[in-house]
């Protein structure tokens, strides 16, 4: 047993150990809860373990859609989303573009995780097939769902309100256009830089 | 779920983006830390959110965080490219001189 091993193992218990704790608590809400909490925390703690940024990176996925997940159980469908489109799909991909320009790191660990990984699906899938089995007590049913009240339109009509956050909308609207083309300004490539050195050297600098 | 369960998620959110910024050698962990920390913040506000009358303010809040994220990821990893560029180290530790 490596370190590596003893991690995932033990990322594999907890992650058993909170879906159970949760549906002890509260049934099938509890669960729900209890594996976006662990995909939340599980993914964050991925992320500082890892050697590879890129799988640092990648596992930061696991963290926001657990945040989403947790904003679909606070009743924040429009919040879920805009987690979705805007944190996976735009800010993570941001951050990968960014670990492509970092320079290559030599501690791939490749074999050494194996026996971690097995035990954390393992369990997992142990777990769940073993509740699925039991009959997951507080589900509810289609018939009993409650009515889905969407908060995007009052969202929408909230920033657009005079009264309410068209200040802060407009300001946010002002902020994100400078901010990127002051992104792509600092990100530039100089003139200098398509220049053979010895050039640069001996012209303008 | 309760809402100190919302809360006990969060603090250990932003307690992990927080061992994240400050353990590892690499600026990229300290944006990924930075991550974690807004949306361990954004789990706050939905919850309070949530278990406070269900209104609209804290969801505006956590779209705010949002439209920050991404303004300061794009300017973060904008610096970091051209920290790169000028000093080929992406280590906060050895970047640490203002001008040649």
Known sequence: MNSNQLFYGALGLAGAGAMGAGMVAAGGPGLAFGFCAYLTLGGAAVCIWEQSIVRSAF?????????????????SDFLAMAQILIYVGGILALLLFGVMLSPPDNNERSLARVGGTTVMIGAGVAFIVAQISGGVAG?????????PNSQARAIGLAFLDPKQYVVAFELAAYLLTVALVAAVYIARRRRADFEPESEAQGGQS | MALGAYIGVSAALFALGLICIISRRNILYVLFGIEMILNAASINFAAFNRFNGGGLEGRVFVVFIIILAA??????????????????????????????
């Not at chain 1, 930061?60 to 009743?75: E, I, P, S, Y």
């Not at chain 1, 589900?139 to 009515?147: G, I, K, R, S």
């Open chain 2, 71 to 100: 303004a300061e990821s794009a300017i973060a990893l904008a610096i970091v490219l051209n920290v790169y560029h000028l000093m080929k180290t992406v280590k906060p530790s050895e970047a640490d001189f203002l001008r040649e």
């Open chain 1, 139 to 147: 589900w509810l049913v289609a018939d009993q769902l409650p009515e």
């Open chain 1, 59 to 75: 596992s930061l996925m696991g963290t926001f859609l657990g945040v989403a997940g947790l904003f679909v159980l606070l009743g």
